[in-house]
């Protein structure tokens, strides 16, 4: 079945560290984004990307990282300067960015929960 | 002021209860609106859209007031299952999609 792999499920971080969010998609999805959920807060964008090669900043990217080498992944870095960076990342993929309308909507990953400790 | 606001709720009803509540938007160009379903601790899953003239999804109907700049979800005859947040999605320009914070629905035995 075509879905999306989000893993580690959950994610330690100690202070100063680097770590990497992994998202595979097999859906043949041009577009893919990165949110974060915080308790009591709406989704988050971090970046977005729309092709291979390219991506683009979202309303919170600072302190974070992306790459899309490959149309089926687009890992996430949380890199030492996010300084809050608990939360629960969810990572998403539409068919591409001019269809996220019409009833197409997203299909999101499972998630990680990163804590900070 | 928050592009998609929700009452957080909790609704909490007994089953075979009906349920409605409200999402608003700030961007009167929004074009396109959803309802999510998330279960605690799991990834939203698109419930339905919302057509301009309104749809029903089963128990589920969802209505879009553009004038007003709101959309309404309502649950008839509760079951367990429906016990979930609630998601208001707004696609408010090309390519993002602005997400309410949710409203929580627990429906009892």
């Known amino acids: 079945d075509g879905g999306i792999t989000q893993s580690p499920k959950y994610l330690f971080r100690k202070e100063g560290q680097n770590v990497t969010l992994s998202c595979e998609q097999n859906?043949?999805?041009?577009?893919m984004y990165w949110y974060r959920q915080d308790p009591g807060q709406g989704l988050r964008l971090i970046y977005y990307?729309?092709?291979?090669?390219?991506?683009q900043k979202g309303d919170i990217a600072e302190g974070y990282s992306v790459s899309r080498e490959k149309k089926e992944s687009f890992p996430l870095t949380v890199t030492s300067a996010q300084k809050n960076p608990t939360a629960f990342y969810l990572c998403a993929s539409s068919i591409d960015l001019g269809r996220i309308g019409n009833g197409y909507g997203y299909t999101f990953g499972s998630g990680t929960r990163l804590t900070v400790v | 002021r928050k592009e998609v606001e929700q009452d957080p709720g909790p609704f909490n009803v007994p089953e075979g209860a009906t349920v409605a509540f409200n999402c608003t938007y700030s961007?009167?160009?929004?074009?396109?609106f959803f309802w999510y379903r998330q279960d605690c601790r799991k990834e939203p899953k698109l419930l339905m859209s919302?057509?301009?003239s309104g749809n029903e999804d089963g128990r589920f109907t969802a209505q879009l007031n553009r004038a007003s700049q709101y959309i309404s979800l309502l649950i008839r005859d509760s079951k367990l299952s429906d016990s979930a947040t609630y998601l208001c999605?707004?696609?408010?320009?090309?390519?993002?999609?602005?997400f309410g914070a949710g409203t929580t629905v627990t429906v009892r035995a």
């Open positions: 919302v057509y301009s």
């Open positions: 999605v707004v696609r408010s320009n090309d390519y993002k999609l602005s």
């Open positions: 961007n009167s160009a929004s074009q396109s």
């Open positions: 990307s729309q092709i291979v090669n390219d991506f």
């Open positions: 859906l043949n999805h041009d577009a």
